[in-house]
């Protein structure tokens, strides 16, 4: 069961409705990703370089979307994830075991595929 923990959150600008999307992981949009920079967007190609798990619903673009940047969070699972597994992104945002490209953090708990979990958000990159 996933639990819930302090930690340390930023307050970014959502680039789209993201209501559907808490507990996802985000990037700050850019020119690349086709989005206005500096907005929070979920990511959407594996790997991508994740800033943080989306703690809240925000409903529209332009709205405040708070991002846990550190520390204990919720997620969702996109496939099985056992405690102690070293996690990144797919393509809808969902959390996935993996150690290459940009790592997220480790699994504190772990669920089934879609499944809520409890992770240790520390983002970095990968070095294997």
């Known amino acids: 069961m996933a639990e819930f923990a302090d930690g340390i959150d930023y307050t970014?600008?959502?680039?789209?409705?993201?209501?559907?999307m808490q507990y996802r992981g985000v990037l700050v949009a850019s020119a690349a990703?086709?989005?206005?920079?500096?907005?929070?967007?979920?990511?959407?190609q594996a790997g991508d370089p994740v800033i943080g798990v989306l703690q809240n619903k925000p409903s529209?673009?332009?709205?405040?979307?708070?991002?846990?940047g550190w520390g204990e969070s919720k997620a969702i699972a996109g496939g099985p994830v056992?405690?102690?597994?070293?996690l990144r992104v797919?393509?809808?945002?969902?959390?996935?075991?993996?150690?290459?490209?940009y790592v997220a953090g480790t699994a504190l708990?772990?669920?089934?595929?879609?499944?809520?979990?409890?992770?240790?958000?520390?983002?970095?990159?990968?070095?294997?």
């Open 60 to 68: 529209a673009a332009g709205r405040p979307a708070r991002v846990r």
């Open 12 to 20: 970014l600008v959502a680039a789209a409705d993201l209501s559907g």
């Open 90 to 101: 797919n393509a809808a945002g969902f959390f996935v075991t993996g150690n290459s490209g």
């Open 33 to 44: 990703n086709g989005s206005t920079s500096g907005r929070t967007l979920v990511c959407s």
């Open 109 to 128: 708990t772990g669920c089934a595929s879609g499944g809520l979990f409890s992770m240790a958000v520390h983002i970095g990159q990968a070095t294997a």
């Open 82 to 86: 056992t405690a102690g597994d070293i």
